[in-house]
């Protein structure tokens, strides 16, 4: 099937060329979003390939349904970037990657974690210019600390778990139970009582409508004084420019995110020579005890692999008229936020 992929880097080529020797699809890379500019690119292709941040909402929609394209392939598990109303009306099959590597996104959140309470970004660079020096270093353990975690699916769990065999008493909030949570000793709480008692919150649920800016002022309200929060889930989880503030009066006392609500302009590209213009991003990056990576937390050689595997499967059972197995319709996504 004839595929314009958006949005690709070197690596998206490599894994998707290799994983494509078993389905023999005829693969168009394409390096720019997806946006109304860029639509035309895939006039005449059946099929397109996208990515997180490429823009799929009615208006890119509607010029694609009249370019001819049929499926939208999306190569990764989020698709808050996805009308998929207007999908549905349009006649278009989309297809996701549920779960590639829940482990690759849980590890770097612990990552992020770890590094905050060791302040290990900042020793990195002092010792590489030859400062020995351990003040300003000081750390806490992570070990007796309690964790909030915010959505408790494949990659909260392993979030969750992993915090608990650090010796964390783990807090959970999520609309349903998972029961591995218990079973390893975590507790569902209400969000009042895991923002109130936790020391460090970490969110793994869906953006949707209900849960957009989720952290907000009075949220940050509640927490507790110097609370670590991290984000590794979807951008607009967070109101950014509250915890600018938070970070600020020393409410939050670590922040660690892979996701920013205005990222679809500044991630994934090389930026450093020139000057950037979100000044509320540039804010961000002038706290010391602020990690940011630029949507990484997904990146790792096993996730690669697994992403452009399932993609390709995706595309090849539309081509078969069987089911795809990351069939995604406005049921299925509601399903999911339920
Ligand atoms: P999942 O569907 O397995 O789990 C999501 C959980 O959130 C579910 O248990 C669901 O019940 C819960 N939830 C839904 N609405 C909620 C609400 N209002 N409040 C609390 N919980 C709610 O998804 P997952 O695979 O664990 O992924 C979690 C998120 O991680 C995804 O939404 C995606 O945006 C993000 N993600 C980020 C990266 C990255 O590279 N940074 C990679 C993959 C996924």
Redesign the pocket.
Known sequence: MQVAVFSTKSYDREFLAAANAAHGHDLTFLEPRLTPQTARLADGFPAICAFVNDQLDAQVLLMLARNGTKLIALR???F?HVDLMAAEQLGFTVTRV??YS?H??AE?TVGLILALCRKLHKAYLRVREGNLSLEGLLGSDLHGRTAGV????????IVAQILAGFGCRVLA????R?PAIEAFGGRYVTTDELFAQSDLVTL?????P??YH?INEEALARMKRGVMLIN???GALVDTRAVVRALKSGKIGALGL??YEEEADLFFEDLSNRVIQDDVFSRLLTFPNVIVTS?????TRDALEAIARETLANITAYEQGTEPRGLLTPARAMA???
């Open positions: 990764s598990a989020g808050n549920p779960a829940p690759a996104v770097h915010v959505g408790t699916g494949k990659i909260g769990t909030y999520d609309l349903a998972n793994h649920c869906p953006l949707v209900e849960t989720l590794t889930s979807r892979d996701v949507h990484q937390a997904f990146f999911q936020a339920k």
